[in-house]
């Protein structure tokens, strides 16, 4: 079959699933679930996949991988040795509040899909049972690995899960979407090289002698040294390092004292490390620590510094974002790809490019010309929901193009 039946092929497939993906995005969304606790989405899925006729494996902690094998019969496409190709999703929410008055609005106080972890979810299943209605019909060129990875909002991440339980082992190259409310639905936002930041987790302890807010002097004053240190350690930062490797200390948490009248003997700040630059990232956290401890010295306080390393910055090989290109501008229109500017949001599938090159795009899910759409990680988070149809068609198109789809567009 030449490639313009095949890809009528995975339109036609794609289309009888529309609906389903849509009712399988609901479902995850009423019912989400944080990082590694993610049982009951993990069983969807499973489920799903098997009544396909797949065989997914359980990943020790949650989530799963399964692959699609190409199939028989004289109308088989040549098998390509080595060249399997894996989809990535990540399957957790957010520990955040749903804020929509929608009939699949989260049942889970406290949680919700608020970064569309659920239409990515519903976007690799929904090309994984495409690929495996080609692999039916003996239409399927490779092989596919899905990958439904738990944990992605939390560090250490749940990539490493899936790396560690073999889960790259035969992989040639990754792919993955995120949800990208700034673009239109039917526009994916593509660039070549980093697309995210690299982000650490940092906590500051600091302790001392508490006492009477009477006598400040008779004490090592915990609670202002927590102030200098959170208003001026990201200056400092900032100063050290070359200002374009883009670094970003920004704090979430700040604690100390239960009482107006007493100075406590112990304070925290907490909040992430950002940086658009690789090299940065290697030297950041240890420098911010030796700055912590130099700005609270003049009081006395002692500061304990723990960083955890997160992520890498997100480095989109070439050939990658040239496969999700040509299947855009095939399934999309030529004006679909649109540039995109790297983030300072930051993603643990860069731990899977440290093995094999891939490459995370960017899906539009706004409304056309709805310039209120809420941001990711907000409560009111809702994307336009055909933009999962959009992902279904663009994975399996990506599956099925490859070499395939290079010579056909003349490379």
Not at 119 to 133: F, S, Y
Not at 149 to 154: K, S, T
Not at 265 to 293: F, N, Q, S, V, Y
Request: charged letters at 20%; aromatic letters at 4%.
């Amino acid at each position: 079959m030449v490639s313009e039946e095949l890809l009528g092929e995975v339109e036609r497939l794609a289309k009888q699933y529309d609906d389903e993906v849509v009712a399988i995005r609901r479902d995850l969304h009423a019912h989400p679930e944080l990082g590694r606790s993610e049982v009951r989405t993990t069983r969807v899925v499973a489920h799903r996949l098997r009544q396909a006729g797949l065989h997914p494996v359980l990943l020790p902690t949650t989530g799963l991988v399964c692959d699609v094998e190409p199939g028989g019969g004289e109308a088989a496409p040549p098998r390509r040795p080595g060249a399997m190709l894996a989809l990535r999703a990540d399957i957790d929410a957010l520990p955040v509040r749903d804020e929509k008055n929608v009939p699949y609005r989260s049942t889970v106080p406290g949680v919700c899909h608020a970064c569309g972890h659920d239409v990515h979810t519903a976007g690799v299943l929904g090309a994984g049972l495409v690929l495996a209605d080609l692999a039916s019909a003996g239409l399927l060129p490779r092989r596919v690995r899905l990958v439904f990875q738990p944990a992605e909002e939390i560090m250490p991440g749940g990539a490493h899960d899936v790396i560690e339980a073999g889960g790259l082992d035969g992989v040639g190259r990754i792919l993955a979407l995120h949800c990208d409310p700034r673009l239109d639905t039917g526009q994916l936002g593509l660039t070549v090289g980093p697309i995210t930041s690299a982000s650490d987790r940092i906590l500051v302890r600091l302790s001392g002698a508490g006492g009477h807010t009477a006598r400040p002097h008779l004490t090592q004053d915990v609670v202002h040294a927590l102030g200098i240190l959170v208003s001026q350690l990201p200056a400092v930062l900032g100063r050290r390092l070359d200002p374009r490797s883009g670094v970003s200390l920004v704090w979430g948490r700040v604690n100390a004292g239960h009482v107006a009248n007493a100075i406590p003997a112990e304070g925290w700040a907490e909040g992430t490390i950002r940086c658009l630059d690789p090299a940065a990232w290697e030297t950041a956290p240890a420098l911010a620590a030796e700055i912590a401890e130099q700005l609270v010295a003049p009081f006395g306080v002692t500061a304990e510094v723990e960083t955890y390393r997160g992520v890498p910055p997100v480095v989109n090989d070439a050939s990658s974002v040239a496969l999700f290109a040509e299947a855009a501008n095939l399934l999309l229109g030529t004006d679909s790809v649109a540039p995109t500017d790297q983030s300072l949001g930051a993603e643990d599938f860069a731990w899977y490019l440290e093995h094999v090159p891939g490459a995370l795009a960017r899906l539009g899910v706004r409304h056309p010309g709805d310039l209120r759409a809420a941001d990711l990680h907000q409560g009111t988070f809702d994307p336009d929901e055909s933009a999962i149809g959009v992902a279904v068609r663009l994975l399996a198109t990506c599956a099925v193009l490859g070499e395939q789809g290079q010579r056909s567009s003349g490379a």
